[in-house]
């Protein structure tokens, strides 16, 4: 697994500890940022949930994303992100937050510095659980309909929802048994 574009390009990124966590590929991982310059995301401030190795905010980054919070429950997992953001020399641009979502999402939502993300990327174990607390983060005022684009990795085998919250799925992209589903 390596960083594809960018300033950290060709860096390689240690992955999760755990053989649970299945990080997402190169090409998927390329695809879905081709597909998010082609629509002129800006990647000011991006939110990272279900993080694993970090590999999708630390791609952000190296393609010019300003701040990254990354969101992982398990301590393992977590301390490979970090290791990731120094071989990256990202740290400085991103905080780690190890908690599950739903907590995580609670203390970003609590800070008053933290307003709307323009990016939010979401690579859940299941789509299907994952959807309440995505839907509560564009209802937190976390995202926004028209200032974020939300993008949510799952099985080929299944549709990601139309809606969440206000945010409206605008493109699907299909790679072998990964799909991935863009929301703005």
Known sequence: MRVIAGRAKGHRLAGPP???TRPTSDLVR??????????????????????????????ALSRGGQWCDFVEKDARTCASIRENLAKTRFEGLAKVHCAPVERALARLEADARTGPYTLVLADPPYAQEAAPSLERLVESGLAEAGGTVLVLEHSSREEGPERLGGLSQVKTLRHGDSAVSIYR
């Open 30 to 59: 390329g695809a879905i940022f081709s597909a998010l310059e082609s629509m002129g995301v800006e990647l000011t401030r991006v939110l990272d949930l279900y993080a694993g190795s970090g590999a999708l905010g630390i791609e």
């Open 18 to 20: 755990s053989r649970a």
